[in-house]
């Protein structure tokens, strides 16, 4: 079978996020935990899925991915998308700062 | 299971019965509309309360002409989702006239508290323990009813437009007795917010949901 | 355009309060994420690809500049400068946190806007007609019975809890620019032989999986009983429809199932229960909605001033931009301009913060102070004097929002998609900007004429496809991004479903194939025949024949 690896939104901004090997929730997903057979990929989603969890993130889930360099690699467009956000330039996918400046303005 | 009754705990005095449970004697029981229609003469033979228990899918219109058997319906939320039972309530209250207790079965949630008090539901059963304050206040959490229910409440355009109150019993009836069809009198209508309603509690209203309903 | 009464404020007010407690039991636990969802929903916050996305009501499309101002300090202060309007007249942010929403709600209180409803199986933002209330061919303003519906359905305790969402669409003119035939409930204003005016009603329309055209139960129901009546739809189809099979669970289903006669029978009955009862609507309450929309102090004017023909001759853009950008008004000297949201290339229905704020100023200047939202994901600033017309083009071209490709090809409809959206099977932008691009010459767009591409990423349809005279739908195709295409459609009077025309073409054939159909109806068309017209006369055959030659 696939490699697979653990991923999920996060509680808090949706944020798309994945199960490292120590049970941290990681954005990258070259960082993600990757079980190479299914008692472990159980054990793993297990992990994710406690009630504790469920105050961190949202729907967790098993995907498949590659693994080139012992990294992992995701699969199919929509996991692709996932790990690397919308792929159109359009009315402003700025990172973040400009909402951060906003936020830092307004609390000086 | 926790009974929540007129907005407090309350001990449920029904037993529940499955098809094939026996019948206990001179005692409150709720059956399904299978066994009602299958020992219909027996139950209304006895001499105690009978109640019946609806699923999702059993339309009120079905048993519209035997409502004077049932002190009790209590109607089904297999799941939250499913809405049916909503309607269910409204034309048992408005449309059939039914004025005992109606109780809501199932997945009854404190969100949804609000809206099945005003389809006309005046008893859950709820699955934990839970925090009562919190029930309460989901009541008057919003104040404004921009449609009439079953609850009677001046819906938006009456409020607007100064239309007298519907015909509504006093305040001092019990909720679950009230009859639509006794004499009644106008009563002026007063805006019900979250504080109207936390200053009956404080007050020591022993029926303050009575007070929201007599408009 | 409506303004709250206190009422109205109390409820917004007291609905972000409720809401900001259920975020706060949801992050400590109390509530699980399944029994939080739909309450999230209720709220119009759905958790999306990414990051949330929360959609914002805008009643029948209508936007006073203040409120757009707002829409853009929110933008700015908790998403990433950019907002999204879609094919239903409501507001998208990609990248809330859920912590900042009961902040936003508040927010959008202070202006007299809200998310509620905007998802979840409750009735969802009635919409309405862009051009309302200053189009010549309307019997009445449509957003008067809007407005009225959208109170209504508000916090409706019986039917918050449907078997699927429900849509309302209600339309004020003799031409149909609110596609009420698509539609869970579709309102027609008329009038009937005694010149009085009603709502012709009809059930059971829509897109997504199974497309459908609704079909009339009523043809004429007078004023009083329009909130009656459409209890007994809702009563009805909260009590019958589906709730075993998600996929079969719209109304349209239950119509098509029961047939049409027995579910007018249906709702009759139950409604003959109800009518003339409290929910009869007096006149006062529809006289004091309908002065809210009274029109706006208009100067006496000449019809078309001799500027506005002097600028068009002068200025050759500029007169191409009125060509498809500019439609008459119903007072003389006044006309109504279509901002289009489509530039060559761009995301279509995308607005930075500083394109909202630029839009607000100029409403502020030349429109009353009001715009509107369309279904085709454009603005419209209704009121425009024709001797302004030209400073406002000038104005908008500095924003990037001159585009003047209204109702042409450029003008795509196009859903977020799978950059986006979760219930996406393939991406939609992309094709949308390469077609946009592809097409970029305005000569040949006006040159094809009037040509309506609507692109879904998913059959649920939020691109309308099923309704464009091209519609284009993604699809996965063993874990490729796949399009099929669909020809004939269309939302209007003759409202019709696409028929798909063949497989479906890779990503990278799929603007080529595009061209091709382009590129057939040019070579059939008659004069002046539309895409539709030709499409009607000479079938599917020529264009398959060119399409899948090869093969």
């Known amino acids: 079978m696939k490699a697979r690896i653990v991923t999920a939104n996060r509680l808090s901004d949706g944020a798309v996020v994945y199960l490292d090997a120590a049970g941290d929730w990681v954005d990258s997903i070259v960082e993600a935990g990757v079980a190479e057979d299914g008692e472990t990929a159980e054990a793993l989603l297990a992990v994710a899925t406690t009630a504790e969890q469920a105050l961190r993130v949202v729907g967790p889930y098993l995907t498949d991915v590659a693994v080139e360099d012992g990294r992992p690699r995701p699969l199919g467009t929509r996991e692709i998308i996932r790990a690397a956000g919308p792929t159109v330039a359009g009315a402003a996918i700025r990172e973040g700062d400009e909402r951060d400046d906003a936020k830092e303005a307004s609390a000086a | ?118 389809c006309g539901f005046d008893a859950f059963e709820v699955t934990t323990e839970l925090d009562l304050d919190a ?43 009230r009859r639509h069809d006794e004499d009644e009198e106008d009563l002026p209508s007063r805006r019900v917010t979250a504080d109207t309603l936390c200053e009956a509690y404080a007050a020591g209203a022993e029926e303050p949901v009575a007070a929201l309903w007599a408009y | 355009m409506y303004r709250y009464d206190e009422y109205d404020s109390t409820l917004v007010a007291e609905r972000a309060r409720q809401f900001r407690g259920q975020v706060a039991r949801r992050l400590s636990g109390e509530l699980t994420e399944e029994q939080f969802r739909p309450l999230r929903l209720m709220n119009g916050l759905y958790l999306q690809l990414h990051a949330y996305m929360l959609r914002i009501a805008i009643p029948y499309g209508t936007l006073s500049s203040r409120q757009l101002r707002k829409l853009a300090e929110i933008a700015r202060r908790y998403d990433k400068g950019y907002g999204h309007f879609t094919t239903r007249q409501n507001l998208q942010f990609n990248w809330p946190r859920l912590a900042d929403v009961p902040a936003i709600l508040d927010e959008l209180a202070t202006v007299q806007m809200h998310a509620i409803q905007t998802s979840g199986n409750c009735i969802r933002n009635v919409t309405a007609d862009q051009f309302a209330g200053a189009a010549a061919d309307e019997v009445e303003d449509p957003r008067v019975y809007s407005e009225i519906i959208r109170q209504w359905s508000t916090l409706h305790p019986e039917f918050s809890f449907l078997p699927r969402k429900f849509k309302i669409a209600v339309t004020g003119a003799e031409s149909d620019r609110a596609a009420v035939q698509v539609h869970d409930i579709g309102l027609r204003l008329r009038r009937n032989g005694d010149g009085e005016v009603g709502f012709e009603v009809l059930v059971g329309g829509g897109l997504g999986r199974t497309p459908v055209i609704g079909k009339t139960i009523r043809e004429f129901l007078p004023k009083p009983h329009l909130l009656s009546y459409l209890e007994a739809i809702l009563r009805t189809y909260n009590m019958l429809g589906r709730r075993d099979n998600l996929f079969k669970a719209r109304i349209k289903i239950l119509v098509n199932a029961t047939g049409v006669d027995k579910f007018r029978d249906l709702v009759e009955e139950e409604w003959s229960h109800i009518r003339d009862g409290a929910l009869t609507l ?201 399009y099929q295409v669909t020809l004939g459609g269309s939302a209007d009077d003759s409202a019709a479903i696409g028929k798909i025309v063949g497989p479906a073409f890779s990503a990278g054939d799929i603007v080529a194939a595009v061209e091709t159909i382009v590129e057939t109806y040019l070579a059939q068309r008659r004069a002046g025949e539309t895409f539709n017209a030709t499409l009607a006369r000479v079938g599917l055959a020529p264009f398959k024949e060119k399409l899948y030659a090869a093969d």
Request: overall charge positive; proline content about 7%.
């Open chain 2, 135 to 177: 029930w309460r206040a989901a009541l008057g959490e919003v104040s404004v009813a921009y449609q009439p229910a079953a609850d009677r409440r001046p819906w938006i355009a009456a409020l607007r437009h100064g239309r007298p109150a519907q015909r509504v019993a006093r305040p001092t009836v019990p909720v679950h007795a």
């Open chain 3, 282 to 482: 007096p006149e006062a309450e529809i006289a004091r909605i309908r002065a809210h929309f009274a029109p706006p102090p208009y100067e006496e004017l000449t019809g078309d001033p001799p500027e506005h023909a002097a600028a068009r001759r002068r200025d050759p853009d500029f007169a191409l931009w009125a060509r498809t950008n500019v439609v008459a008004h119903k007072r003389p000297g006044y006309a109504i301009a279509t901002i289009s949201l489509k530039p060559t290339g761009g995301v279509p229905g995308d607005v930075t913060a500083e394109q909202m704020e630029a839009v607000a100023a100029l409403a502020d200047r030349y429109s009353f102070g009001e715009i509107r939202v369309t279904h085709e994901q454009n603005l419209v600033l209704a009121h425009v004097r024709q001797a302004d017309l030209h400073a406002l083009w000038q104005a908008l071209r500095q924003q990037g929002l001159a585009t003047g490709n209204a109702g042409l090809i450029s003008d795509i409809i196009c859903c977020p998609g799978l950059d986006y959206c979760n219930l996406a099977n393939a991406r939609s932008i992309p094709v949308a900007q390469r077609i946009s691009q592809r097409f970029a010459d305005l000569e040949r767009q006006h040159d094809i004429g009037a040509l309506k591409i609507k692109i879904s990423g998913c059959i649920n349809a939020c691109g309308h496809h099923h309704v464009g005279h091209i519609g284009i739908l993604g699809v996965d195709k063993h874990g490729e991004e796949f």
């Open chain 2, 1 to 118: 299971m926790p009974l929540i009754k007129d907005d407090r705990f309350a001990k449920d005095g029904w037993i529940a019965l499955d098809d094939d449970d026996a019948l206990p004697a001179g005692a409150p029981v709720i059956v399904t509309l299978e066994r009602w229609r299958a020992e219909r003469a027996r139950l209304v033979g006895r001499n105690a309360p009978l109640g019946l228990r609806l699923r999702s899918d059993q339309a009120p219109a079905e048993i519209a002409g035997d409502l004077p058997h049932f002190a009790l319906i209590a109607l089904e939320f297999p799941k939250f989702t499913d809405g049916r039972a909503y309607s269910y309530a409204r034309l048992l209250r408005e449309r059939y006239g039914f004025a005992g207790e109606l109780r809501a079965v199932g997945a009854v949630l404190r969100d949804q508290y609000g809206f099945m008090r005003r």
